[in-house]
C-alpha cells in the first residue's frame, strides 16, 4: 500500500526517535506522522505557567473604519469555473483578502449594493461570506470595486454523517456485534480507572449544541452558539441531540455511561442546526473561535464532499497553533473519506464493531489514522435517557475523549498524546496501517504499560488477500486472511494458530512475534467459494507456549460472512 513518500519519511523520523530512547514505535507497520512514543517529548507546561483560557468570544469583528490601504492595482478576480450541485450552497461565495485592510475596504464599498448581502466574516481568515443574486453580481462587483480578493470559492454544504450504504450492494455482508455499555472496555479503559481523565484539558465540540447540561459538572461546559439567529426547533428530529451524544461520549459523568474523559473542560461551539445541517464557513469560524478559546482539541462529528477553502485555512490555523483536529470519516460506505477528514494533518477515525470489524458504512482510504467503537454503542443523554449509536461521528468523539486523557496523564501537549494514542493502537485487519483501520483500534491500555513487560497475543481480524500472480486479463479471487498480533512489551516465540471454517480446521505456525509485531496467514477460503457455500463461519484461536497471556480473552476470534 501506498500512503506518499511524506508519511514514509515522517515515519522514519519517528522510528528514529523511538529507537534512540530504546522503544518501540509501531502496531505492526511502520510508525505513522503523528508518531510521538517517546515519554519525554513535548512535556506539556502547566496551566499555571501559561496564559488562562480567555472567556468564549464569536469572534468575526469587524475592522476599525478606514483602516484600508490603497487598494491594489486592478485585475480581475479569481472568479472558479460555474458550480452548481446539490454539495454548494447557491449563490453563496467566500472571499479571501490579502490583509484586514483589504477586507475591511470590500465590506465598506460592497455593504448595500443590490443584490448582494454580506452574510458573516472573520477577521484571522481574512475571509468574508457573500450572497448574491447571481453570477452575473460577482462580474458587477469586479468592475465596480477597488479591493480585489486573493481567492473566490463557493460556500459548500456540511452535515452530520448519514448511513447511505445498503447492504445488499456488498460483495460480502458480516454479522457485527454491538458494543453496548462496553465501549470504554474496549478501549482498553480499566473500569473506574478514569474519573480524573481530561482534568486541565479543554475540547472543543463543534456540533449541534449540547441541550442536557445535567450531563456534565458545574462549570464543565462554555458555551457559544454561532446561529444566533437561529433558536432552534423544539420539535427537532434526533440530529439535534447528536452534539449532546458526542459531548456525552467524551466527557459526560452519567454514573451509568461516563465518558471517557469526565473531568474535561467542554467548549460547546453550536454551528450545525437542529437538523445537523451547517456550511463551510461557520465550520471554520467554529474553528477559529475554538482555538482563540483554549481548545486543545477540536472535535468535528460532521463531513461534506467538497474541499472548502474556509474550512481548510481554519484546520491550517488550528495545527498552526498546536490544537488537534478529529474528525470522523464519514458513513457512506465509500472508499475515500468525508472532509474534513480528508485534510494533511487531520486525525481521521473510523469505525470498528466489538468484534473488531470494519462495518460496511465506514468510510475508507489512505488518509485513516485510527478506528474507534462506532457500532451499537450506547451513550447518554440524560438522566436514566441513553441512545444507541452507529456511525463514525461516535468513534471520534471517543478517540477526541481518548487524547484528553492521556493529555492528562501523561503531562503531555496535544499533539504528542495524539502521536501516542495513534503509536499503541492495536493492529486490525491487514497488518500494518490499511485503508479500513488506519493504524488501528485505540488500546490507552498499551500506553499506560508500555514500560511494563507483559505477554498478550492477539487475534487482529480478518481481511481479503488478492492472489499474488493474478493475472490482469482476468478478475482477482482472493482468499480469506486472518492476522495475529503481539501487543505485549516481549517477544513470543512458536505461534500456534488454528484456523476453522465451517467446523473445518486447520493449523498453522508463525516462528515468532516481536512486540507489536503483526502477521497474516492466508486460509483456503476464497471469494468465489464463499458465493458458491453462500455463508461462512470462521474461528481462529492463537497461543504459544510458555507465556503468561495478559489478555486471554483476545486469543479468540469468531466471525461469520454471507453473501
Known amino acids: 500500500m501506498k500512503f506518499g513518500a511524506r508519511s514514509l519519511i515522517v515515519s522514519l523520523l519517528c522510528l528514529a526517535a523511538a529507537l534512540a530512547v530504546g522503544l518501540y514505535c509501531h502496531s505492526g507497520g511502520a510508525p505513522d506522522r503523528h508518531c510521538r512514543c517517546q515519554p519525554a517529548v513535548s512535556q506539556r507546561p502547566s496551566r499555571e505557567n501559561t496564559r488562562p483560557i480567555p472567556q468564549p468570544t464569536g469572534g468575526g469583528r469587524r475592522p476599525a473604519a478606514g483602516a484600508a490601504t490603497a487598494a491594489a492595482a486592478k485585475s480581475p478576480w479569481p472568479l472558479p469555473a460555474s458550480v452548481d450541485g446539490p454539495t454548494v450552497i447557491s449563490n453563496e461565495w467566500q472571499l479571501r483578502f490579502a490583509s484586514r485592510e483589504a477586507m475591511a475596504k470590500f465590506l465598506e464599498q460592497a455593504g448595500g449594493r443590490p443584490g448582494a448581502a454580506i452574510i458573516d466574516y472573520d477577521d484571522t481568515l481574512l475571509s468574508v461570506r457573500i450572497k448574491v443574486g447571481s453570477r452575473e453580481v460577482l462580474a458587477r462587483l469586479e468592475r465596480q470595486l477597488d479591493s480585489r480578493p486573493l481567492a473566490i470559492s463557493p460556500n459548500h454544504r456540511f452535515s452530520l454523517p448519514a448511513t447511505t450504504v445498503s447492504p445488499a450492494d456488498l460483495p460480502v455482508r458480516a454479522s457485527y456485534r454491538p458494543y453496548g455499555g462496553q465501549a470504554l472496555a474496549g478501549l482498553g479503559i480499566r473500569e473506574g480507572s478514569n474519573g480524573d481523565w481530561g482534568r486541565g ?6 456540533d449541534t449544541g449540547i441541550r442536557n447540561p445535567e450531563l456534565f459538572a458545574a462549570g464543565q461546559v462554555a458555551a457559544i452558539d454561532l446561529l444566533a439567529d437561529d433558536n432552534g426547533d423544539e420539535d427537532a428530529t434526533a440530529a439535534a441531540w447528536h452534539g449532546t451524544a458526542m459531548a456525552s461520549i467524551i466527557g459526560s459523568q452519567d454514573e451509568r455511561l461516563p465518558g471517557v474523559a469526565p473531568a474535561v473542560s467542554l467548549l460547546d461551539i453550536r454551528a450545525l442546526d437542529d437538523q445537523g445541517r451547517g456550511d463551510g464557513f461557520t465550520l471554520a469560524r467554529g474553528i477559529i473561535t475554538a482555538v482563540d478559546n483554549g481548545a486543545d482539541i477540536i472535535n468535528l462529528s460532521v463531513g ?5 477553502l474556509a474550512l481548510r485555512l481554519a484546520i491550517d490555523y488550528a495545527q498552526e497553533n498546536g490544537v488537534t483536529v478529529v474528525a470522523a470519516a464519514g458513513n457512506e460506505g465509500a472508499g ?3 472532509y474534513p477528514a480528508r485534510y494533511p494533518g487531520v486525525v481521521a477515525v473510523g469505525a470498528v464493531d466489538a468484534a473488531g470489524q470494519h462495518p460496511d458504512f465506514s468510510n475508507s482510504g489512505g488518509e485513516i489514522d485510527l478506528a474507534a467503537p462506532g457500532y451499537g454503542v450506547y451513550t447518554a443523554l ?3 435517557l441513553y441512545a444507541r449509536l452507529n456511525g463514525t461521528s461516535a468513534a471520534a468523539a471517543f478517540v477526541s475523549g481518548a487524547i484528553a486523557g492521556v493529555m492528562s496523564e501523561e503531562g503531555l501537549d496535544a499533539p504528542a498524546a495524539t502521536g501516542l494514542v495513534i503509536c499503541f493502537a492495536v493492529d486490525l485487519g491487514h497488518p500494518g496501517r490499511d485503508f479500513s483501520f488506519g493504524i488501528g483500534l485505540v488500546n490507552l491500555d498499551r ?3 508500555r514500560f511494563t513487560a507483559y505477554d498478550d497475543l492477539a487475534t ?3 481481511f481479503w488477500q488478492p492472489p499474488a500472480s493474478a493475472a490482469a486479463d ?3 479471487n482472493p482468499r480469506l486472511a486472518v492476522s495475529v498480533q503481539n501487543r505485549g512489551t516481549t517477544d513470543i516465540w512458536d505461534v500456534d494458530v488454528v484456523v476453522r471454517i465451517n467446523g473445518a480446521a486447520r493449523r498453522y505456525r508463525l516462528d515468532s512475534l516481536a512486540p507489536g509485531e503483526s ?4 486460509t483456503g477460503l476464497s471469494l468465489a467459494e464463499l458465493q458458491q457455500l453462500g455463508s461462512a463461519a470462521v474461528k481462529v484461536a492463537v497461543s504459544a507456549p510458555g507465556i503468561d497471556d495478559r489478555h486471554p480473552e483476545n486469543n479468540l476470534a469468531a466471525f461469520y460472512l454471507s453473501r
Open 201 to 206: 484539558v479543554t475540547v472543543a465540540l463543534i
Open 304 to 308: 461534506g464532499l467538497d474541499d472548502d
Open 336 to 338: 475515500q473519506l468525508d
Open 382 to 384: 440524560g438522566s436514566q
Open 447 to 449: 500506553i499506560r504499560d
Open 460 to 462: 487482529a481480524g480478518y
Open 474 to 476: 482476468r478478475p482477482a
Open 519 to 522: 502477521q497474516s496467514i492466508t
